[in-house]
């Protein structure tokens, strides 16, 4: 889809190529103010034991960019087998560092600054969320080689991931990320996840994986959330591709049938069924089935949601009206990437 459809006033538009970041290709290595293997509890112009009345200076600025440097480039990524594959890693990779690493280098500046002036260290974790899907692998990739590259920055205490199922999970511990509950926390710093449609105000559908309700309860219980797609799933309107996919308790798929073809729009629905290897409808980690349901173009998707959540037995819908997705990032076959920034 050309970009040009994308023209809301609230978005900024951006198309990536691999050479026109600036501020990467800073060879790696590269010192930042203070050297990154400073020991944390050392004063940043200071050294320890300085005598009373001496000033001591305040923390070197730890950037974004700056940690940029640190980490592999993304203008000298390995191509992959498949042009498109290269254009979602990298897709990821600019999620990743513009998104999270601002987060770590706030965490890291709070650090120094803690140490400098004798304050009490901030054992408060970056809690992340780690979606699904084939393009969403590559975040969990990026998020990984962070965490090796700023041991003294990151580690398990204090760097959290939680899934959105069982696939979700597996990345997180291939890529040597800790595996959290999203029961034990508050809240989440940020998430990122895939879309089987997005549009151009961040309005998704989700849940062709099956797990819409995880997906949609670590969304919502994150700050901020940062869809990361190839260049198909970016659609004007919802609808244009995919079916809605409606989780709900198995002995009530009848009769809320019965119910969506009440609803103005409704065209059909259809018992998710499990394929070869599964005999029967599919089963979601919550032990529900999914009804896959058309409506058509979608004019309105939080008035949809708000509709199709009130039927008794549905448990959650794949509609994701925006509420805290602030950016989306699509993967072209060309190898650049298209961004929405709102």
């Known amino acids: 889809m050309n970009p040009a459809h994308f023209s809301s006033a609230a978005a900024l538009h951006s198309v ?25 509890g050392t004063p940043i112009g200071s050294p320890i034991g300085t005598p009373s009345g001496t000033p001591v200076h ?3 600025l730890v950037t974004a960019s700056g940690l940029r440097t640190q980490l592999c480039n993304v203008e000298h990524l390995e191509q992959l087998h498949d042009p498109l594959e290269s254009s979602k890693r990298l897709a990821s990779y600019l999620a990743v560092d513009n998104h999270f690493l601002p987060l770590v280098a706030a965490k890291y500046s709070q650090q120094l600054e803690n140490a400098s002036t004798a304050n009490k260290a901030d054992d408060t974790p970056l809690v992340v ?9 590559y975040c969990a990739e ?22 959105t199922g069982f696939q979700s999970k597996n990345l997180i511990i291939e890529n040597g990320l800790r595996l959290g509950l999203i029961d034990n926390y508050d809240k989440l710093d940020m998430a990122f996840d895939g879309a089987d449609e997005c549009d151009e105000n961040l309005n998704c559908i989700k849940g062709g994986g099956a ?31 995919w079916s ?29 069924q499990g394929g070869q290897f599964k005999a029967g409808p599919v089963v ?18 939080a008035e949809l949601h708000s509709k199709l959540i009130q039927i008794v037995g549905i448990v959650e819908t794949g509609l994701f009206p925006n509420k805290n997705c602030i950016a989306a990032y699509f993967g072209n076959s060309n190898g650049t990437v298209d961004s929405i920034v709102l």
Do not use: W
């Open 244 to 272: 809605i996919p409606i989780e709900v308790i198995p002995n009530s798929y009848k009769y809320v049938e019965n119910q969506l073809a009440k609803i103005e729009g409704f065209q059909k629905s259809q018992l998710r």
């Open 16 to 40: 990536f190529k691999p050479n026109n970041m600036p501020g990467v290709g800073t060879p790696i290595g590269t010192p930042i103010g203070t050297p990154i293997g400073t020991p944390i």
């Open 142 to 163: 990026r998020l990984g080689e962070i965490k090796r590259t700023f041991p003294e920055i990151l580690h398990d205490l204090n760097f959290i991931c939680i899934s």
């Open 284 to 301: 979601t980690d919550n032990c529900n089935c999914i009804l896959d349901v058309n409506f058509g173009q979608i004019a309105n998707p």
């Open 211 to 241: 797990c819409l309700f995880q997906e949609k309860l670590v969304s919502l219980s994150s700050d901020k959330f940062v869809v990361v797609a190839d260049y198909r799933k970016k659609v004007k309107n919802l609808g244009s591709k």
């Open 58 to 60: 305040a923390p070197a």
């Open 129 to 137: 969320g780690v979606g699904s899907g084939s393009t969403v692998v």
